[in-house]
């Protein structure tokens, strides 16, 4: 069964970067797509970032777009986000999720992803 650990969170000042990983046990992402999702306080969850398996392609949320980077490393079974030139609107726990199925086209709803890790914590505050 698969097992999705998410680490790297922490607290950083506006500006600055952050790289989140999420690390899969039990299964090979390979046959996977992944996305990553936050969630601030009060709000409800939102897409942030996925990348679909085969060929691996990305997708993000216009708020990210340009900041924000996610790319796999299938050799280590993690996938990773990228994020530069954090704001403090980025604050938030995040969570990455995974669906099976290599050739899916990867989207941003949480109800299309089937198993979810715990989260990681980012604050942007100065």
């Known amino acids: 069964q698969l097992r999705l650990v998410e680490s790297g969170g922490g607290l950083v000042p506006p500006g600055g970067s952050l790289r989140l990983s999420c690390t899969a046990q039990g299964s090979s992402l390979e046959s996977y797509a992944i996305g990553w999702f936050r969630q601030a306080p009060g709000k409800e969850r939102e897409g942030v970032a996925c990348t679909t398996g085969v060929s691996p392609t990305a997708k993000y949320d216009d708020s990210v777009s340009g900041r924000f980077t996610i790319f796999r490393d299938d050799a280590k079974n993690t996938v990773y986000l990228q994020m530069n030139s954090l704001k403090p609107e980025d604050t938030g726990l995040y969570y990455c999720?995974?669906?099976?199925?290599?050739?899916?086209?990867?989207?941003?709803?949480?109800?299309?992803?089937?198993?979810w890790g715990q989260g990681t914590q980012v604050t942007v505050s100065s």
């Open positions: 999720a995974a669906r099976i199925g290599r050739h899916w086209v990867c989207g941003l709803r949480t109800g299309a992803y089937d198993d």
